[in-house]
């Protein structure tokens, strides 16, 4: 029973193998064929090795950070059409879109906008109004003012500016609010009728109250240019002026000045001032102004020193070398720019 059992299989392992040899060759035969005919379709038509092909095909794959807005980017070369990353030839009009800023469209980063920031000349004149602005106090230029006119026996010409004598008698004197502790002393003004006349005329007194804002005291000489002096109050117009009259500035002590104690005076210059300081061991100083329009230093900081001076319109000027000789009017040999 056990011989019987084993002959089978013995018989039918033996046509299996032989039956089996044939096949694997026509197998492998065909494997073979199939690998050259790969081999010489991989190698055919570009001539470039396929490890080259593949290393430029991983190359032009764009990556995260070079998509617009950080999306991923899509494996389609980009279109012609899309946006470039440099900044268009045709500046924006700056004028915002209504639905908003689109999230497809690049980014400001790669597009600037034309109105993220305003050209040096716009900034500059946007600067000096705003400086104007701060300094001038009451009187800003290009600001017109309504008020009377009334007049007054202005003597030599000495007011309360402590200029001292006038060499004319075009002078005003400004109401106690606009004189604004002396702050208007030396400041021109062009002063217009209904009737179209005009003068220019100098601040260099105060009328004191009940003189009411707007209104300017005239010499008697200034006021009968505009209307007979029996008018008595005259309806005015009145602007701040940059003319082109003064020569130089000039720079007086007050009496009684040392190196202790000092008064500065700043004496024709075109345009108000509206700051002066002194040079001292810890840097620029600036004093402190009076209604007599003289700026004190009450310990002697800096007295004898460097002088600058500022105007309304934020110019500076430095005079050096100015020697400290109470009550002498001593030319600074420079001049606040024409506005």
Aim: glycine letters at 12%.
């Amino acid at each position: 029973m056990r011989a019987t059992k084993h002959a089978v299989p013995r018989v039918r392992r033996g046509r299996g193998l032989v039956v089996g040899v044939p096949l694997a060759l026509v197998t492998v035969g065909l494997l073979v064929c199939v690998a050259l005919g790969l081999t010489g379709v991989s190698g055919a038509g570009s001539g470039q090795p396929a490890g080259a092909a593949a290393g430029a095909t991983a190359q032009s794959m764009p990556t995260t950070a070079d998509g617009p807005d950080g999306a991923t980017p899509s494996a389609v070369p980009p279109s012609p059409t899309a946006p470039s990353p440099s900044p268009s030839p045709t500046p924006s009009t700056g004028t915002p879109s209504p639905s908003g800023p689109a999230t497809s469209k690049p980014s400001a980063a790669s597009k600037p906008s034309a109105t993220a920031t305003p050209s040096p000349s716009a900034a500059g004149s946007a600067r000096t109004a705003a400086a104007a602005a701060a300094q001038a106090g009451r009187i800003e230029p290009g600001t017109s003012y309504q008020g009377v006119a009334t007049s007054y026996d202005a003597a030599d010409g000495n007011g309360a500016c402590s200029f001292g004598p006038s060499g004319d008698l075009m002078i005003a004197a400004m109401n106690h609010t606009d004189y604004e502790t002396s702050r208007a002393c030396g400041a021109y003004v062009r002063v217009r009728t209904a009737n179209g006349a005009s003068i220019t005329v100098r601040i260099v007194n105060e009328c004191p109250l009940p003189c009411a804002p707007g209104q300017l005291d005239l010499s008697r000489e200034a006021f009968a240019k505009l209307a007979d002096l029996s008018v008595g109050r005259l309806p005015i117009t009145w602007t701040l002026l940059s003319p082109g009259e003064p020569d130089g500035m000039s720079v007086r002590y007050k009496t009684g000045s040392s190196q202790w104690w000092c008064g500065i005076q700043v004496i024709g210059h075109r345009n108000p001032v509206a700051a002066l300081e002194v040079r001292t061991a810890g840097g620029w100083r600036q004093l402190t102004r009076t209604d007599y329009n003289y700026f004190l230093s009450p310990d002697g900081g800096g007295c004898g020193g460097p002088i600058r001076v500022t105007d309304i319109y934020g110019e500076q000027l430095t005079v050096d070398g100015m020697a400290l000789r109470p009550d002498v009017v001593q030319s600074a040999r420079v001049q606040f720019a024409r506005h």
